[in-house]
């Protein structure tokens, strides 16, 4: 009759809907989960999480003092280290540093004069200036991120102003300090960029002037003729600071002159 039921049917279909709507309750509650697990950035604690999140490791990364400072592949680019530098190539040597000639180089050995040492060298290229400087430095850290924070601190006590900015070397110094009396107007500034690079155990620091402080194609000229210095550190044990000894070239390339200090 019609309205007979076999009962083992009717549990047989009840039983294969319950199982299918579990699989399906079950499929929808690991979605759920695995959305619950992904933060978005519409949740506002989420978005909070991550703004105050994000600038501490920034911060972490970027305040180490001792941490070393150069371009990425400054072992091919430059500045070279003595070890990394072509032996055949014509550099006028002059003690801590070896400067390869180019046309137009001009050539300046500032000299201290109390003891009559040299203290560093000016180069005269393409409008600008650029003085220079080699230190001793630890093998596994570097000077140059706590020595940028004391220039910035000496030039605001003489009355000037610093502005860091990164620039092909890495971290760099925009400065403009004050004319002193008898060097020009009262009241007037120079600019000049202070950039410097971390080597193995020794520092090259530079200071550029003139077009290469404000023109981008001077500065090119400039940025080149620094990454072309060679640095020799020597074997002999220096502290961390101490200035390479520099001295007078044996083969002058150019004009060469001495200049007080």
């Known amino acids: 009759m019609s309205d007979n039921v076999n009962p083992d049917t009717r549990s047989s ?10 699989k399906k309750a079950e499929k929808a509650e690991k979605k759920a989960r ?5 933060p978005t950035v519409t949740d506002e604690s989420t978005a909070t999480d991550l703004a105050e999140t994000a600038p501490a490791e920034v911060d972490e990364q970027t305040e180490d003092p ?10 091919i680019d430059g500045p ?3 070890a990394e530098a072509n032996p ?36 005269d290229y393409a409008g600008s200036t650029l003085q220079v400087q080699p230190f001793a430095a630890p093998r596994s850290s570097g000077l140059w991120n706590e020595i940028r924070t004391q220039i910035a601190d000496q030039i ?12 092909p070397f890495g ?11 008898g060097q020009g107007p009262s009241g007037t500034t120079r600019l000049a960029r202070f950039i410097g690079v971390d080597g193995p155990r020794w520092f090259l620091r530079g200071v550029i002037a003139g077009e290469g402080a ?48």
């Open 13 to 22: 279909t009840d039983t294969k809907a319950d199982t299918k709507a579990a």
């Open 34 to 38: 695995k959305n619950a697990a992904v």
């Open 66 to 75: 001792t941490a070393k400072s150069a371009p990425e592949n400054r072992d």
């Open 80 to 82: 070279l280290d003595e």
């Open 88 to 123: 055949v190539r014509p550099y006028v040597d002059l003690g801590g540093v070896k400067i390869l000639p180019r046309e137009g180089l001009h050539l300046r050995l500032e000299i201290e004069e109390g003891s009559k040492r040299v203290v560093a060298i000016g180069l």
């Open 156 to 167: 605001a006590k003489q009355g000037g102003s610093t502005t860091p900015r990164e620039g």
């Open 171 to 181: 971290p760099e110094l925009v400065a403009e300090i004050p004319v002193a009396a």
């Open 214 to 261: 404000i023109n981008p194609k001077a500065a090119a000229a400039i940025e080149d003729l620094f990454r072309s210095i060679v640095v020799v550190r020597g074997s002999s044990p220096m502290p961390p600071r101490d200035l390479i000894p520099l001295r007078m070239p044996a083969t002058p390339a150019g004009s060469t002159e001495p200049t007080g200090a």
